[in-house]
């Protein structure tokens, strides 16, 4: 699956202000929900208890919330750059400035794991990070996402 399957332009945002990790994770459920037909406290909540089994900041900055969700007809994605680094509990200890949300349908495990591999490979690529962290406006975050590598 390619990035552009799963993450639009109206969906990404740059220039995010953070405040805490239960904050953007708030903020993630308005923003997805003005963009889809999902209830923004059913993302909010569902993510939250995702993050209650373990952190999903994976390090080098970048954090992916993924949660499979009642009422989600096909995965997909949203991408913040946050104004300034947030703490997010990640593996590495170091604050997280770009986050890359995942929600799938309720019963798409497989789908979910791979699309989450393929996320993790392709934000785990220097390049792909300083690209990220240079966009100055949301449609060059968007255009540095879907333009990285082959995915």
């Known amino acids: 699956m390619q990035i552009d399957h799963i993450l639009t332009p109206e969906r990404t ?8 990790k239960k904050r953007v994770l708030e903020q993630i459920g308005k923003l997805i929900a003005q963009h889809t037909n999902l209830d923004p406290d059913a993302i909010y909540e569902n993510l939250i208890a995702r993050e209650r089994l373990g952190s999903t900041g994976f390090g080098n900055g970048i954090a992916i919330p993924h949660s499979r969700l009642e009422g989600c007809d096909r995965a997909l994605g949203a991408l913040l750059q946050l104004e300034s680094k947030i703490d997010f509990d990640a593996l590495d200890g ?3 400035d ?3 949300v995942l929600l799938v349908p309720q019963q798409a495990t497989e789908q979910h794991l791979q699309i989450l591999k393929m996320l993790a490979e392709k934000l785990d690529q ?10 100055p406006d949301s449609q060059s975050l968007y255009q540095a996402m879907i333009g990285a590598g082959d995915n």
């Open 13 to 20: 945002f740059a220039g995010v202000q953070g405040g805490s």
């Open 98 to 100: 770009l986050i890359f």
């Open 94 to 96: 170091e604050p997280v």
């Open 126 to 135: 220097q390049s792909v990070r300083e690209s990220l962290r240079a966009a």
